[in-house]
């Protein structure tokens, strides 16, 4: 369905492109052999991909039920927009785009017949949904309509769910922190970008000229990269306005030239192995060195953090989604907690409620790191209890995020909420960068009045007596009419 949804989206891309400034042509009704070299030219320069007449979603989804060659038409459309851009500035963003829709698979039907009525059924039923026309007031319900299939698969994809879908009440906060109060960022960066949804709250939440030179991110996962990419393209990102690269951020990273962004947000996997002291010459890598330790090769969380301080401009922000282990752990990670304490570099730690992620009931912490602190204080800040419960999830409410921005921003001090620490405090408390360590949680037990506790055991006491009395006396009437 989402490989779907993504070729009807680029179709009416398409044509609404050729069509854009003449009413009087129908893209989809020319046939193929008036387009000329020039124009298939012009198209890949500017859109990045060239489609068909023959080749739309719409013809294609008009002739599905009776066509029996559709599985192997789509796989030769498919192959054909990822041909089309070889040797074009987009051929990298294109290239490979549909290789996890595979409309040849058994997966569809054991016959052609069974794939090819699976297949039809699908087209049929995104050719049904209602975007209105395409143009830019309604180009972000096809981004809108992805990321809720998204989301739904990643709700019933278990454990690995988390793996490439932040929740977008989650990202929106992750993202507010990382451009707040920055007119302008030269760009974006997400180390482990998923499915991309981190890196296009930005692009919903701010006016597109604040992001001057596009989106960036690196995905380790061949699959969930193709749906980022597929994700840019719904959301109206021109291919030239992002870079998505496949690879180990931690062993292979890409983007060094293009460093330093000023906007960093990530949700990295949680405690997952890495290659760590077994490679010597990571202690050497410019991002590691200076903490003068590696991370545990068990848990990859802080390696993850100093890759993204790396890439952290002078005047940038990077919010981090963390497991809350690694803020109260000793050995490597308290050393590296000392070097960015040290160097001033956490702004601040927010503990976030249980259950807010797909995959995990963990209450994760987000990690602020900034390189142009005014002051040398840490802020902690406690929203585990600003949460909404639902049927599967908790989820952050738009007052929840307000509220924690709010305080973010001022660096008050709020009772049991909010709390800015000098730096020599965390340093005696042997770096712990727990909030629970430096904000006081409210005592939400009842209130007992002793005094009054006290005054109703003793009319207790004395009615348990008047009770034994009675119940003596009754059983000395008993025993003497016995007698």
């Not at 997400?190 to 960036?216: M, T, W, Y």
């Not at 790396?310 to 109260?328: Q, T």
Request: proline content about 3%.
């Amino acid at each position: 369905m989402l490989g779907t949804l993504f070729y009807r989206f680029i179709s009416e891309n398409f044509a609404s492109y050729i069509e854009a400034g003449d009413d009087s042509i129908h893209y989809a009704e020319l046939r193929d052999s008036v387009i000329t070299p020039d124009i298939k030219d012009d198209a890949i320069k500017t859109k990045g991909y060239f489609i068909y007449p023959s080749q739309l979603f719409a013809n294609m989804a008009d002739s599905a039920n009776n066509n029996e060659r559709l599985n192997t038409d789509l796989a030769t459309i498919f192959a054909a927009i990822e041909s089309c851009a070889n040797g074009y500035p987009s051929e990298r963003d294109i290239k490979g785009l549909f290789a996890d829709f595979d409309t040849t698979s058994n997966r569809l039907g054991n016959t052609v017949r069974d794939k090819n009525a699976r297949l039809a059924a699908a087209l049929k039923g995104v050719a049904e949904l209602d975007f209105g026309d395409f143009d830019a007031s309604h180009i972000d319900l096809f981004g809108d309509a992805y990321e809720f299939l998204i989301s739904n698969y990643a709700a019933n994809a278990g454990k690995s769910g988390g793996e490439f879908f932040t929740p977008q009440h989650v990202s929106k906060l992750i993202a507010q922190i990382a451009m707040h109060k920055q007119t302008s960022v030269n760009k974006i960066y997400d180390p482990a970008c998923g499915s991309g949804s981190l890196l296009l709250q930005a692009k919903r939440h701010f006016d597109a000229h604040v992001i001057e030179d596009g989106f960036f991110g690196q995905e380790i996962n061949h699959t969930t990269y193709n749906l980022a990419r597929m994700n840019m393209f719904l959301h109206n990102i021109n291919y030239d306005k992002f870079n998505l690269q496949l690879g180990n951020t931690l062993e292979e990273p890409h983007f060094a030239d293009d460093r330093p962004f000023d906007a960093i947000v990530s949700n990295p996997p949680y405690s997952v192995k890495w290659i760590g002291s077994d490679d010597p010459t990571l202690i050497n890598d410019e991002r590691f060195a200076p903490a003068g330790v590696l991370a545990p090769k068990s848990k990859a969380d802080f390696a993850f953090v100093l890759h993204a301080l790396n890439y952290l401009s002078a005047k940038g922000r990077a919010a981090i989604v963390c497991f809350p282990g690694i803020f109260y752990r000793g050995g490597a990670e308290q050393k590296i907690r000392q070097y960015l304490v040290d160097h001033n570099y956490v702004e601040t730690v927010i503990s976030l409620a249980p259950n807010l992620f797909f995959g995990t009931t963990i209450a994760v912490t987000i990690l602020v790191l900034s390189k142009h602190k005014a002051d040398t204080t840490t802020q902690f800040i406690d929203a585990s209890g600003l949460f909404k419960k639902e049927t599967n999830n908790n989820v952050l409410l738009d007052a929840h995020i307000e509220q924690i921005m709010q305080v973010f921003d001022s660096k008050a001090n709020v009772a049991h909420f909010a709390q800015s620490v000098p730096l020599e405090k965390v340093a005696t408390n042997d770096y712990n960068l727990s909030v629970s360590s430096y904000v006081e949680a409210k005592d939400n037990r009842e209130v007992v009045d002793i005094g009054r506790l006290n005054a109703e055991l003793k009319t207790t006491v004395a009615r348990i007596d008047h009770l034994r009395r009675d119940i003596d006396a009754i059983v000395a009437e008993i025993e003497g009419g016995e007698a």
